[in-house]
């Protein structure tokens, strides 16, 4: 009989017990497969994002949770927000890791955002405007990849209160450097260092009679090359100041290019001559070089005199000579930058007129039979300015300026080519008008 009086009692106890089960279930979020989990889950979601500084990114994480819930969003351990959402405004240029952690009574969870964020004027390529000679001076325009836009002006707009004037000056070369964008002008006018993605002006060598600046190459941090009307010049990049004339070069200088231990230096008189970085000391002169210079992948330079294209092992000084199959013109009666660039393993040449542009561009890829055709023909009466090519190492494509055959007006339609490096496909062609004269194209490192 005892164990009969017992019987209901263990039968309430047995349905406390699945009761109670059931309560502490309820308050668990199932995973995928229906188990019930933790109390408080973070949904998985988009963790990495690129901004240009400028932009803002909206987080607004999504969760759930059996009970009210608590938000903090730090920063390099800096708490920034308390709220279910967080607006990010990057101040300057880098990688940031944004942390949101979500706590309730009984669980918390975490997740981490990565933004990586550009320079102002990163995320694009630098088109260097001659400007119109008497009338106006050079000006900086840029490509954005991600917009498809071409920004005009953006150094005076940078840099509101300063100029590159004198408007009889001729900005010709820019050149990305130790994160600096230098722009180098003809004919009396500024060298000037900005900084290569916000493009605030940092310093310069100002404007004045007998400037005549051609190029620039940097050296080391502090040393670099200038090349002139009136030959070469060592450059002192922390005090931007010419010091000596480099022994030996004499005469116009023009395109200038790094390459191991050795500086090729374009000269008018001597052809291309090639210079021991540490000593500055002349180790080789090629003679009749009127084009110059590129770099493929395996190290050896470009250049190009002649019906020739040349390329030079710069630790051997081994030569090769490759027959073009036409006449190649410099431009040092109005010097401007070299029309020849390379890719990986290609080179690419435009085939200019004695005294303008042409309208084919040549690709060699290692065989004579690769320049029996053009390459590219550009559409229409398009013909190239200034440099025209040069090739954008991180799209892999060849960008090229053009303008309307003749004069007068024809200067003022230009159009901005986007090839496909491989197959010679158009990929974007901009057309924009204004007397811009476009020297050459300028990529970051």
Known sequence: MKRITYLPYFLYLLVFVCLTGCIDDDNLIEDATGVPGKSLVIIEQKLQDTLTLGQTITLQPQWQSVSPVSYRWTIAGEEVGKDSVF????????????????T??????????????????????????????????????????????????????????????????????????????????????????????????????????????????????????LSAGDGLYRLNLDALETESRIEGISGQTGDLLKAGSRVFVLSQREGAVILNTSSLEIEKTVPGVQVGFARTADGKV?????????????????????????????????????????????????????????????RYTGNEASLTLPFITLPGERVTYGAGIAYDQHR????????????????????????????????ENKAYEGYYFPSVSVFHE
């Open 87 to 102: 607006t990010f405004e990057p101040a300057d240029r880098g990688d940031y890791e944004i942390s949101f952690t979500l």
């Open 104 to 225: 309730n009574e009984e669980d918390e969870a975490a997740v981490v955002y990565n933004v990586h964020t550009l320079g102002g004027f990163e995320n694009g390529f630098f088109i260097i405007n001659e400007g119109w000679f008497g009338h106006g001076t050079g000006t900086v325009n840029f490509y954005r990849y991600d917009t498809r836009a071409i920004e005009d002006s953006i150094f005076i707009k940078t840099n509101p209160d300063k100029n590159l004037l004198p408007v009889s000056s001729t900005l010709q070369y820019g050149t990305v450097y130790d994160e600096k964008l230098f722009l180098v002008s003809k004919v009396g006018g500024p060298l000037v260092v900005a900084d290569a993605y916000s493009l605030k002006e940092k310093g310069r060598i100002p404007a004045q009679g007998g400037n005549d600046w051609r190029a620039v190459a940097g050296i080391d941090s502090s040393t670099g090359l």
């Open 302 to 362: 470009w250049m190009a005199g002649g019906t020739s294209l040349i390329g030079i092992d710069p630790e051997t000084l081994e030569t090769e000579e490759v027959d073009l199959g036409f006449e190649v013109y410099g431009a040092w009666g109005a010097w401007h930058p070299g029309s020849i660039a390379a890719g990986d393993s290609e080179v690419y040449m435009t085939r200019n007129n004695m005294f303008s542009g042409g309208n084919e561009i040549y």
């Open 396 to 427: 892999g494509t060849l960008v090229v300026n053009t303008v309307n055959k003749g004069y007068g007006d024809n200067f003022s339609k230009n159009v901005l080519f986007i090839y496909d490096g491989q197959n010679g496909d158009i990929l």
